[in-house]
């Protein structure tokens, strides 16, 4: 790769990153009414982490979203919510990329892995902070959010790659 290719890749996932930290803010001001369940979210920045995932490959989805969520973080959020949300983001990555390498699921399928794996990874961690096994119940209405959601930004997701073209980003 040639060095004006690295400036136009580096400027793209900058710009991905400040879209997905926008998508972050749009969730954080969303009404709690908005979401009847406590602790759900819709999710909106995995629109472009699934984007970059099968248009860049794994270490962008991964790189824009470690960078969105620390700044997230920083800016709407607290050390807890880095915790809960990198155990999320990192579980939720993992499983992602596996299946989208086994190339057998859809964007949709592999995007509701991601939404559910998020949610589990997010268990775990206040299951240990909390040293409350008990939590684990919540997944039985975490993994339907999840699926709703995961299968609405799979959707979204599967538009968004057919439609934005990134070769002149290449």
């Not at 009847?36 to 490959?57: E, H, S, T």
């Not at 992602?96 to 995007?111: A, E, I, Q, Y």
């Not at 939404?115 to 775990?124: C, K, P, R």
């Amino acid at each position: 790769m040639n060095k004006k290719s690295n400036v136009k890749r580096l400027t793209f996932l900058g710009l991905c990153a400040t879209v997905a930290l926008l998508l972050s803010y749009v969730e954080f001001l969303l009404p709690p009414l908005f979401v009847a369940v406590p602790g759900i979210k819709l999710g909106l920045p995995n629109l472009i982490i699934i984007f970059l995932l099968y248009r860049l490959g794994w270490r962008a989805a991964v790189t824009v979203s470690m960078i969105r969520l620390l700044i997230s973080s920083i800016l709407f959020g607290s050390a807890m919510t880095f915790a809960y949300s990198l155990a999320g983001a990192v579980l939720s990555l993992l499983v992602m990329g596996l299946l989208k390498k086994t190339d057998l699921f859809s964007m949709t399928v592999v995007s509701i892995a991601g939404g559910v794996s998020h949610n589990l990874g997010q268990i775990l961690v206040a299951m240990l902070l909390l040293n409350t096994p008990q939590i684990v119940y919540y997944m039985i209405v975490l993994a339907v959010t999840g699926t709703i959601s995961g299968c609405f930004i799979g959707l979204c997701g599967a538009l968004l790659v057919k439609r934005v073209s990134i070769d002149r980003f290449n």
